[in-house]
């Protein structure tokens, strides 16, 4: 992932000459040993530890936004991490400006006195999902459909590959919340309803990392939000999951002991509370249970603004700071008030209020991740990466998981499609790369639109069907007549991140979405709906006037993945993550719970009955 051209092997005096700076402490006649890579990654902790002042030691507890930085400031307040929150984005966004923006603030990281690298963080949750031209992989949901751990372990090594050639070394993915609540907004981010999904699906975290940390194309895995962020009374988001601790530990700690199993780097902390009590201070779960009983031994990191949220009042107090630190959190993201916190967290060291053996905790964690990844010796972006982005492997994977991630939920005969056959497509989603990926996609909320280079739907089924063969489109169904095989809705939701997605009312599909349907019936052709979404609707009044339903989730930049099982050059062979509700009013809804459901959780039909 990094260049090897600025290699810490070389003889400490030259390396500092190189980079302007004296070594603190007294440099010897070899290299400072911290700068040794023969040496152990403990001993190389514990020398650079010994280096390190308190300012030294606050700055890598400290992320800022990359918006709210600069690069003389990372030198300066000895920054530790800069991250990139959904959709920050270098102008013009383009793989080589990732590159530059990457190296600009590492070199400015090197330039402290003891030149220790930043990690870069991004939401890389499908891919490298906020730079224009990265492959798009279908969203966690989709995934946890295709029961397929070994393909998921690929899309790790994909993504980190798209990564590598920028330098952005962190990840914070994957999300292995289990979403109990459709209603909440993130439900597709989540591999699944039952904890053995996302627990299988920490394959990815192999994917990311690589088989160890420094591997040419390895980023540092987080797992997120610990814990217990899908089960919010009501699917609120950030809200407060009520749940006994036997429960709790039953359903949503599972995929985090996976994760650990596992040698995730970093483990992101849920906004949400446990009955009452916010994550963001919850030492018992974060140092006592995770850190402690589960065995985790990366670092801890706060999401954005999170330490915010412990009082229930807007922005962070002193009090708020060290709560968070104590309770074990080793790294925050503050994106804009960096500064303050780096104050009140000196201030807080020096009242007594957080022991100088937390810092130096959180300060090891840190560090060793570093030294991990090999950022001593090769901290800038190795370019010769770059090609993979958005590359043709790449994308064919990715096709090939949106072909495995495909439900088909009924089907009266009408599938697979004949290439001969004359289609009409129509629908919101059917030609249009924004509204298929969803959120987290370029922008943090998502949009409709071209936004990144890709395959739409519909251009997937104009290259399914026959040459000969007459494929007619229009957005809202206008123009269908009774002379086609077929007609094809592709609809859905209008893409959303995070509470924004919260839905409290109605689950069930948009009017447009409904009339474009009545549309293409009232030409009295079989009707095929390919549900674009991150969860399930409320469509149960609407099926039986459908020959076929295809949920498709959210799948990305490659739409020829669902025109494969459209016209049955891939089998339908997905299974439902998650029960789809009779009504908005059964919710929560989910296995075992003993409601009549629509479709039950692993329904799916195939073609061969
Ligand atoms: C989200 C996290 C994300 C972070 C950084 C937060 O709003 O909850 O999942 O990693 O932002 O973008």
């Given at each position: 992932?990094?260049?090897?051209?600025?290699?810490?092997?070389?003889?400490?005096?030259?390396?500092?000459?190189?980079?302007?700076?004296?070594?603190?402490?007294?440099?010897?006649?070899?290299?400072?040993?911290?700068?040794?890579?023969?040496?152990?990654?403990?001993?190389?902790?514990?020398?650079?530890?010994?280096?390190?002042?308190?300012?030294?030691?606050?700055?890598?507890?400290?992320?800022?936004?990359?918006?709210?930085?600069?690069?003389?400031?990372?030198?300066?307040?000895?920054?530790?991490?800069?991250?990139?929150?959904?959709?920050?984005?270098?102008?013009?966004?383009?793989?080589?400006?990732?590159?530059?923006?990457?190296?600009?603030?590492?070199?400015?990281?090197?330039?402290?006195?003891?030149?220790?690298?930043?990690?870069?963080?991004?939401?890389?949750?499908?891919?490298?999902?906020?730079?224009?031209?990265?492959?798009?992989?279908?969203?966690?949901?989709?995934?946890?459909?295709?029961?397929?751990?070994?393909?998921?372990?690929?899309?790790?090594?994909?993504?980190?590959?798209?990564?590598?050639?920028?330098?952005?070394?962190?990840?914070?993915?994957?999300?292995?919340?289990?979403?109990?609540?459709?209603?909440?907004?993130?439900?597709?981010?989540?591999?699944?309803?039952?904890?053995?999904?996302?627990?299988?699906?920490?394959?990815?975290?192999?994917?990311?990392?690589?088989?160890?940390?420094?591997?040419?194309?390895?980023?540092?895995?987080?797992?997120?939000?610990?814990?217990?962020?899908?089960?919010?009374?009501?699917?609120?988001?950030?809200?407060?999951?009520?749940?006994?601790?036997?429960?709790?530990?039953?359903?949503?700690?599972?995929?985090?002991?996976?994760a650990v199993k596992r040698g995730v780097g970093a483990v992101m902390v849920s906004y949400s509370s446990w009955n009452g009590l916010k994550m963001h201070h919850n030492r018992y779960l974060i140092t006592d249970v995770l850190k402690g009983e589960l065995g985790?031994?990366?670092?801890?990191?706060?999401?954005?603004?999170?330490?915010?949220?412990?009082?229930?009042?807007?922005?962070?107090?002193?009090?708020?700071?060290?709560?968070?630190?104590?309770?074990?959190?080793?790294?925050?993201?503050?994106?804009?008030?960096?500064?303050?916190?780096?104050?009140y967290l000196r201030d807080g060291v020096k009242d007594g209020d957080v022991p100088m053996s937390r810092i130096d905790g959180a300060n090891r964690r840190i560090l060793t991740k570093k030294f991990e990844l090999g950022l001593f010796e090769r901290p800038m972006?190795?370019?010769?990466?770059?090609?993979?982005?958005?590359?043709?492997?790449?994308?064919?994977?990715?096709?090939?998981?949106?072909?495995?991630?495909?439900?088909?939920?009924?089907?009266?005969?009408?599938?697979?499609?004949?290439?001969?056959?004359?289609?009409?497509?129509?629908?919101?989603?059917?030609?249009?790369?924004?509204?298929?990926?969803g959120g987290w996609t370029i922008t943090w909320q998502g949009r409709p639109g071209p936004i990144t280079p890709g395959t739409t739907i519909l251009d997937g089924i104009r290259e399914a069907a026959d040459p000969d063969a007459t494929v007619s489109y229009s957005?809202?169904?206008?123009?269908?007549?009774?002379?086609?095989?077929?007609?094809?809705?592709?609809?859905?939701?209008?893409?959303?991140?995070?509470?924004?997605?919260?839905?409290?009312?109605?689950?069930?599909?948009?009017?447009?979405?409904?009339?474009?349907?009545?549309?293409?019936?009232?030409?009295?052709?079989?009707?095929?709906?390919?549900?674009?979404?991150?969860?399930?609707?409320?469509?149960?009044?609407?099926?039986?006037?459908?020959?076929?339903?295809?949920?498709?989730?959210?799948?990305?930049?490659?739409?020829?993945?669902?025109?494969?099982?459209?016209?049955?050059?891939?089998?339908?062979?997905?299974?439902?993550?998650?029960?789809?509700?009779?009504?908005?009013?059964?919710?929560?809804?989910?296995?075992?719970?003993?409601?009549?459901?629509?479709?039950?959780?692993?329904?799916?039909?195939?073609?061969?009955?």
């Amino acid at each position: 992932m990094r260049s090897r051209l600025l290699a810490f092997g070389l003889p400490a005096a030259l390396a500092l000459v190189a980079h302007g700076g004296p070594v603190r402490a007294d440099p010897g006649p070899g290299p400072a040993p911290y700068l040794d890579p023969h040496l152990s990654v403990q001993d190389r902790v514990e020398d650079l530890l010994g280096r390190m002042s308190l300012d030294d030691k606050l700055g890598q507890m400290t992320q800022p936004e990359r918006r709210y930085v600069t690069p003389a400031e990372v030198t300066r307040y000895r920054i530790g991490s800069v991250l990139s929150s959904g959709g920050s984005a270098p102008d013009p966004n383009t793989p080589q400006s990732w590159a530059d923006m990457y190296d600009g603030l590492q070199r400015a990281a090197l330039a402290g006195p003891l030149r220790i690298p930043i990690m870069y963080g991004v939401d890389a949750v499908h891919g490298d999902n906020n730079m224009v031209g990265a492959t798009i992989f279908p969203h966690n949901i989709g995934l946890g459909a295709t029961r397929d751990p070994a393909l998921v372990r690929g899309i790790g090594a994909a993504t980190a590959a798209e990564m590598a050639g920028t330098g952005v070394d962190w990840d914070f993915a994957p999300c292995v919340c289990v979403a109990r609540n459709d209603r909440w907004g993130r439900t597709y981010e989540s591999f699944g309803e039952v904890p053995e999904l996302p627990s299988m699906m920490t394959t990815i975290i192999d994917g990311l990392q690589g088989d160890e940390l420094g591997g040419p194309t390895s980023v540092l895995a987080t797992a997120k939000h610990f814990v217990g962020d899908g089960g919010t009374e009501g699917g609120d988001d950030r809200g407060d999951t009520r749940l006994p601790e036997k429960e709790l530990r039953a359903v949503h700690l599972p995929p985090f002991r996976a994760a650990v199993k596992r040698g995730v780097g970093a483990v992101m902390v849920s906004y949400s509370s446990w009955n009452g009590l916010k994550m963001h201070h919850n030492r018992y779960l974060i140092t006592d249970v995770l850190k402690g009983e589960l065995g985790f031994t990366g670092f801890v990191v706060s999401d954005y603004n999170g330490i915010d949220e412990i009082d229930g009042r807007p922005g962070f107090t002193k009090d708020e700071v060290a709560a968070a630190i104590n309770a074990g959190i080793d790294m925050v993201m503050v994106p804009t008030e960096w500064r303050r916190f780096i104050d009140y967290l000196r201030d807080g060291v020096k009242d007594g209020d957080v022991p100088m053996s937390r810092i130096d905790g959180a300060n090891r964690r840190i560090l060793t991740k570093k030294f991990e990844l090999g950022l001593f010796e090769r901290p800038m972006a190795d370019r010769s990466h770059l090609k993979t982005i958005g590359s043709a492997p790449h994308r064919k994977l990715a096709r090939r998981a949106v072909a495995e991630s495909q439900v088909l939920l009924k089907n009266d005969d009408v599938l697979p499609l004949d290439e001969d056959d004359k289609v009409f497509v129509a629908g919101r989603s059917a030609d249009d790369i924004g509204m298929q990926s969803g959120g987290w996609t370029i922008t943090w909320q998502g949009r409709p639109g071209p936004i990144t280079p890709g395959t739409t739907i519909l251009d997937g089924i104009r290259e399914a069907a026959d040459p000969d063969a007459t494929v007619s489109y229009s957005k809202d169904g206008g123009g269908i007549d009774s002379s086609y095989d077929v007609a094809i809705a592709v609809v859905g939701e209008t893409p959303y991140a995070e509470y924004h997605g919260d839905k409290t009312g109605d689950l069930g599909l948009d009017d447009a979405d409904l009339k474009t349907i009545g549309r293409l019936r009232a030409a009295g052709v079989p009707v095929v709906v390919v549900l674009v979404s991150g969860r399930p609707l409320d469509i149960a009044a609407e099926l039986p006037k459908w020959d076929a339903l295809v949920a498709a989730w959210l799948p990305g930049t490659e739409g020829e993945g669902v025109a494969d099982v459209l016209y049955g050059d891939a089998d339908p062979r997905g299974r439902l993550p998650v029960t789809w509700m009779r009504s908005g009013d059964q919710e929560p809804i989910n296995e075992g719970d003993g409601k009549k459901p629509l479709f039950p959780f692993g329904y799916g039909l195939t073609y061969d009955g």
